[in-house]
């Protein structure tokens, strides 16, 4: 592993560490994988995990993005969550 990616990955590790702080209720972990082309969240039960391709993690950490790329990921994930269950109590 590239000392890029252990920085990267670091900085993943904070910030699931923070997330888990702020968010009650649901358990957030991450995984590097291959099986994915940029980023995806997995929801099982009380549990999300976010799935991340290390190249591209490297690229964002290095470009000087996560905060928009990985960690706003997470802060839309709570923002449809929240609208959808807006939208199926209107219904």
């Known amino acids: 592993?590239?000392?890029?990616?252990?920085?990267?990955?670091?900085?993943?590790k904070r910030l699931i560490a923070d997330t888990n702080q702020e968010h009650f209720g649901t358990?957030?972990?991450?995984e590097l994988t291959s099986e994915v082309d940029n980023i995806d969240v997995v929801v099982e039960h009380d549990t999300n995990t976010l799935r991340i391709h290390p190249c591209w993690l490297r690229f964002v950490v290095a470009e000087g993005d996560f905060r928009?790329?990985?960690?706003?990921?997470?802060?839309?994930?709570?923002?449809?969550?929240?609208?959808?269950?807006?939208?199926s109590r209107a219904a």
Do not use: F, G, P
Request: aromatic share 14%; charged share 20%.
């Open 27 to 30: 358990t957030w972990r991450y």
């Open 1 to 12: 592993m590239s000392q890029n990616l252990k920085i990267a990955e670091q900085m993943v």
């Open 68 to 87: 928009s790329s990985i960690a706003d990921e997470i802060t839309a994930w709570y923002l449809l969550d929240e609208w959808s269950h807006c939208v």
